[in-house]
């Protein structure tokens, strides 16, 4: 039995073979550890998944090799292993946000889509009958991209419009019923279906196929974030797996006239392909979140304003090719596809103001909270006058623009005479009252906004002016002194007067390049030191 010398800390083994420990300060541990056994579980469940593919597809090659004739049963496999690949993208769905899960789901919608297809196809099976025109099936294998269309040209940043979503749904519902006119020259439930063959058929399923391939490899090239590069790759993976199995399977049945048999294995190779993807890939394209970057922005940007275009374009497309034998059918399709994109444009485009708006007043309040904070470090907190620190920063500033103007700068440093004695006296609430007053009335005589007032110490302050000579700066300082001493504020224990009074010591000079501006402040302070010297209650000059 392992022994700890802290009993609230012991150290225990999760299933996984992954080292946790309790208590309180380990949460984020445990979470941790919650994690992996969550992504452990989803890993099981899509090898599992991928298992039972492989096993199917083992089983179909086999069965069509005793018995080519077995179409029902190879049928049944081939939708079972559809129901597999959808099953693993609902899977990756709950693991998901809401954005990512929806597009997991739509990839599963399609899937689903095939397999219905797929159980009218056994159905036909049945019947002993090979039709050369398009079936049911077919409308369901066609409309199976619907979906998977949906998820490519949902843009990023769109998980909070509904709104986009619903208005591309209406899209989608036009585009499928287009589908079916387009297979059976006809509207659904409006009359006697007349398929168009086979073989033409073929053309389109091909060009389906690799639109749909080709246009989610385009969404790889924009760097999307991590969550979509997974889908982005599985259904890429799937997409170009798919539409080159259908292109083989087609020539063969249509083109060389052969009948269903031993090629209707590869139908299941890009379920497996997908699952493969979900099951073993899944650690190495997480490690792609560490290293995303956001190269290739113009590219992405330009496929998130593209994307939301395909399903106006293909309504336009069709509505085009119906409109000479049905001119309203093909009109109207094609201008609701118009009204719905052009509703979709005004939607994010009162999105985009509306940022902008918010961008731009989070800006100027950033800027108002930047102004705000910086007056503070630079404020006294008692008196409310500048610091030591905005002083030491525009004596400096002043002393260089002294030396290219040549005009004279001015120092004042000013001392409350006895403050101790009257902190003593009255107490430090009374001294900090008595500082913040004389602040205030330091702070009036100073008239012009280039003059500086600055808490220098405790009950020490400065004032810097500007051009300011050696006759202006004592006008200044007398006028100083005679105020702080009006105030009255009572100092009985102070030797200069039996109320508040102030020493003051100035210097007035030509700043020289020479010269650092130090010395100004060491001559206002020795004049400081002889104000304090003769008596306090004084001015005295450098």
Request: contains cysteine; charged residues 15%; proline residues 3%.
């Amino acid at each position: 039995m392992m022994r700890t010398d802290n009993p609230g800390l012991l150290r225990q083994t999760d299933l996984y073979g992954i080292a946790s420990t309790s208590g309180p300060a380990n949460e984020p541990n445990a979470r941790s550890v919650a994690a992996s056994a969550a992504a452990y579980s989803h890993s099981m469940t899509t090898r599992v998944l991928f298992a039972v593919c492989a096993i199917s597809l083992l089983a179909q090659g086999v069965l069509m090799v005793v018995d080519p004739q077995a179409t029902f049963a190879s049928n049944v496999l081939i939708a079972l292993e559809f129901l597999l690949a959808a099953a693993g993208c609902l899977s990756c769905a709950s693991r998901q946000n809401a954005e990512t899960r929806t597009l997991w789901i739509l990839i599963a919608s399609g899937l689903f889509l095939s397999i219905a297809g797929q159980i009218e196809a056994t159905y036909a099976a049945l019947q002993l009958n090979q039709p050369s025109t398009a079936t049911v099936a077919d409308f369901f294998f066609l409309i199976y991209g619907i979906p998977i269309l949906l998820a490519i040209s949902f843009t990023n940043g769109e998980a909070d419009l509904r709104a986009l979503f619903w208005l591309d749904g209406w899209q989608a519902i036009i585009a499928a019923v287009l589908i079916y006119f387009q297979i059976f020259l006809t509207l659904p439930w409006t009359g006697h279906p007349t398929a168009i063959s086979a073989t033409s058929l073929m053309y389109v399923y091909n060009a389906e196929n690799f639109l749909l391939a080709g246009a989610v490899t385009l969404r790889l090239f924009g760097n999307p974030a991590p969550a979509k590069q997974r889908i982005y790759i599985a259904l890429s993976i799937y997409l170009w797996s798919y539409a080159v199995v259908a292109l083989i399977v087609g020539y063969f049945e249509l083109a060389r006239n052969i009948a269903q048999g031993l090629q209707d294995v590869f139908w299941g190779l890009p379920s497996l392909l997908m699952l493969a993807v979900l099951s073993f890939w899944q650690g190495k394209l997480r490690a792609a979140d560490e290293i995303h970057k956001d190269s290739n922005r113009s590219i992405a940007l330009l496929l998130d304003n593209l994307s939301p275009a395909l399903f106006t374009l293909v309504i336009v497309i069709m509505g085009a090719r119906i409109a000479p034998a049905y001119p309203w059918i093909g009109f109207t399709s094609i201008a609701i596809a118009v009204v719905l994109y052009g509703l979709r444009a005004a939607l994010l485009q009162s999105k985009y103001l509306r940022s902008q708006h918010n961008l731009a007043r989070s800006g100027r309040a950033l800027v108002t909270a930047i102004d705000q904070l910086r007056d503070l470090s630079i404020r006294d907190g008692l008196t409310g006058i500048y610091n030591r620190r905005h002083f030491d920063e525009v004596l400096l500033s002043e002393w260089k623009r002294s030396i290219r103007t040549q005009k004279p700068l001015s120092l004042l440093l000013i001392d409350v005479d006895c403050f101790k004695e009257l902190n003593d006296r009255y107490g430090h609430p009374e001294g900090d009252e008595c500082l913040k007053k004389i602040a205030a009335q330091l702070l009036s005589i100073l008239r012009r906004s280039s003059d500086t007032l600055a808490r220098y110490g405790g009950e020490e302050f400065a004032a810097i002016l500007p051009e300011t000579n050696k006759e202006s700066a004592q006008l200044i300082a007398d006028a100083m002194r005679t105020s702080v001493e009006g105030l009255k504020i009572a100092n009985e224990g102070s030797r200069a007067a039996s109320v508040a009074t102030v020493s003051i010591g100035v210097c007035s000079e030509n700043a020289l390049l020479s010269r650092p501006a130090e010395e100004l402040l060491h001559a206002a302070d020795a004049a400081l030191y002889r104000a304090k010297k003769q008596g306090r209650n004084c001015v005295q000059f450098a």
